[in-house]
């Protein structure tokens, strides 16, 4: 309890107390000589003031106990902040020695090759090197000025959780520069792919940047997609509050929600519902912002797995004798919550396919295996949805 607030009770406790005594002085005898008239006086010259001053310091101590929770909160940002930059910039230098060190192995390979003919040297690298150090120095010789920044905090309940995912990107990011790395000189690991994703990691972390220091969020929805889409219908609402537990009806079938998805990738959240009634399961898939749909049936063995698994995915997918084309792909982190538990900044690549007549295949890589699956697109107000918390009910088909 701050101290004001312990002032305000013990002043309102002291003024109730001198109150309740000229109240019972006036019942016993102040009724004579004109006492009524002086009990009044004095209730409201002692006791009133006292129950005054001892609300106004009640109110004024909720106000200073939010704020010093929203300075210790601002507090813990600021050192988690200070301690995630320390680590990245000790990650990057170290994933820029081991490159440089891989660049010079492979130069004197290459000399003791026959015909000097061996993998990529270290000038191949260098140019990826000197980018990660960098941005190591970037990251650790970063400043900020902390009584400006508490003083004009930009960042509100709803951004910590996002700072938060951006961290998450960023350590998932720093895990494929690691792998890839550790491959270099091999497929799909030259200087090319190294660039790309060092460019992923510094877009992730001025995003970050951005969010922290000037409170402003990435890119919810693509531009494009905006552009193009329709006012989101009724059902939209219903289905971006989905919960583990709800009742969904979908295609004339009812299922229950038994797992909860959320990706975040450059500012940009979408999620994915597992539904399942009985051994029958399949997904409800929402592109972010809420403002595409599909339902898809998982498959057991997805075409071309093992291109997935090595992360150079096929242009087209086929669907029902249809080539769909590749219409989107990149990384992202995953919170994962289901009846059997919960994980948080689970790294994925994603690639989504899109066709005619709505048609639409998703995939995932995950660290141990390859998830797709395969449907249509469809419409909010389509889907009828029950929360869990709602009154018990026989769920109907939708109309």
């Known amino acids: 309890m701050s101290a004001s607030r312990a002032w305000g009770w013990g002043l309102i406790a002291l003024g109730g107390a001198i109150g309740l005594l000229l109240l019972l002085w006036m019942a016993v005898g102040g009724l004579r000589a004109g ?14 003031p006292l129950l005054g001053g001892g609300y106004f310091l009640l ?70 090197v000197d980018r990660l150090r960098a941005l190591a120095q970037r990251a650790a010789e970063t400043r900020r000025d902390e009584a400006a920044w508490y003083e ?94 709800d009742a969904v009806t979908a295609d004339f079938e009812d299922y229950l929600v038994h797992g909860v998805l959320s990706y975040f990738a450059s500012g940009r959240t979408w999620h994915l519902f597992v539904l399942r009634d009985g051994d029958v399961e399949r997904w409800l898939w929402g592109a972010p912002g809420g403002l595409t749909w599909a339902v898809l049936e998982p498959l057991a063995a997805p075409p071309d797995a093992a291109a997935f698994a090595a992360g150079s995915a096929p242009p087209t997918f086929p669907m029902e004798d249809v080539a769909l084309s590749l219409a989107e792909s990149g990384s ?58 709602a009154p018990a009910a026989a769920p109907t088909p939708a109309d």
């Not at 992730?204 to 997609?225: D, I, K, N, S």
Request: proline share 5%; charged share 25%; glycine share 12%.
């Open 152 to 245: 004009s905090s930009p960042l509100t309940d709803a951004d910590r959780p996002i700072l938060q995912r951006y961290e998450d990107e960023l350590q998932a990011e720093r895990g494929r520069l690691a792998d890839l790395v550790a491959r270099a000189g091999g497929p799909g690991a030259g200087a090319d792919a190294l660039l790309a994703a060092v460019d992923r990691w510094e877009r992730t972390y001025g995003q970050r940047e951005a969010l922290l220091l000037r409170g402003r969020r990435g890119p919810a929805v693509a531009p494009e997609a905006l552009l193009r889409a329709r006012a989101p219908t009724r059902g939209a609402a219903a289905l971006n509050a989905l919960a583990l537990g």
């Open 59 to 128: 109110q004024r101590g909720r106000v200073e106990e939010r704020e010093e929770a929203v300075f210790e909160a601002d507090r813990r940002v600021l050192e988690g902040d200070r301690l995630f930059r320390q680590q990245a910039a000790a990650d990057l230098r170290q994933l820029a020695d081991r490159l440089a060190a891989a660049g010079a192995a492979g130069a004197a390979a290459k000399g003791g090759a026959p015909g000097g003919v061996a993998g990529p040297t270290a000038a191949d690298f260098q140019p990826v």
């Open 35 to 48: 006492g009524f008239v002086l009990g009044l006086v004095l209730i409201a010259v002692i006791a009133l």
């Open 332 to 389: 992202a982190t995953v919170d994962l919550a289901t009846v059997a538990g919960a994980e948080r900044g689970i790294a994925v690549d994603y690639w989504r396919y899109a066709g005619s007549d709505r048609r639409m295949a998703w995939v995932e890589r995950w660290p141990n295996e390859v998830r797709a699956g395969v449907g249509r697109e469809t419409y909010p107000d389509s889907i009828a949805v029950w929360p869990h918390a």
